[in-house]
Every structure is written in C-alpha cells, then in structure tokens.
C-alpha cells in the first residue's frame, strides 16, 4: 500500500483532499517524528475490512516499507461509513499491539434454547499482544451456564501472549430465566 506524505495541513485543506477521495492520515512510531499522510479512501477501507485496528501490514511512503498497524479511523458523525482521518503506529518485533477485540458468544443459541436470557454485558475487551500474534476476536463458551451464572474477564481462555486488560471480576456474560410482571392493578378499581 502506498502512502502520499502530504505538506498541506488543516481543516480546509482535509476537506479538499476527502472532496478528491483522499482520507488524510499520520504515521508515527518510536523514534520518528510524526509524518502526515494522505491515503486513497478505496485502500483505506479495504485494508480496514481486512485488518482493523488488530493486525499488522507493510506501507511504503517515499520508498520506505514500514510495518503499522491501524491505531485508530475517525468516521464522518452523520455517515459512519465514511473515514475523516485515520492514525497508523510503526511497530516492530518487539512492539506489542494495544486494542479492543470483540467477544463471541459461542452457543448462546444452546442456552436460550431452554428458556433462558443470556446478556452480554461486554461486547469487547481491551488487549494487548506482541506484533505478530494477530487476535481478532475471544471467543466464549456459553454451553455450560446454568440460570444465574455468569462469565467473567478471568474466565476467558485468550490464546497465550495475550492479555487482557479489562478489571477481571468485571461480568461477560449472564444468564438467567426471563422475569414475568404482573400487571399492577389500577387504584381506581379497587374502590
């Protein structure tokens, strides 16, 4: 993929880049300046729906191949399709990647099954893992709960390097039996 460096700088001048279907961008890294970038918004959502912000790539800007990862995308607030401006972190062997990866309920269909409500109260975690151990996703095993249980941080069985940096007594995943109300009757009735 290859990145543009870009010397103009400035809402406006963004405005007109998005306007001619460039996203601007920045690299940085450890022991480099911050360079602004400008990438074809095409790419730039391609290599996205591939990556995301959890897996490493190669760039070439001004004839150099830099390994990143995307550290974060800013999406238009009224189209969230839409890329504003995007930040890639240079890394190396020795770098760790710093995200969110989303938790799967793995048989969750199996729980509600039987009657029961499963809730998910985590819909991603915060981890942190060397470079080239891509994690895209934690997967749980829901098939054992039972009503009134739950998961929590320190029951997720991550692939080794892995850590989670969520509290680890914070809850996944519940499940319980849906509640019933009964309908409150009205006071003028009563009289």
Known sequence: MELIARSSLGNVKAKALRKRGLVPGVLYGKNMNPISVVLDKKD???IYQEKRENEVFDVNLNGQTHTVYIHEVQRDVIDDKEFIHFDLHKVTNED???THVPVVLVNKDQIESQGLVVQQQLLDVEVKYPVYNKTTEINVDMSQLYNGGSLT??????PQGVSVLNDRNAIVASVSYPKMHEPIEDIDEVE
């Open 96 to 98: 760790f990647i710093h």
């Open 44 to 46: 730039l959502k391609k």
């Open 153 to 158: 941080v320190a029951d997720l069985t991550v």
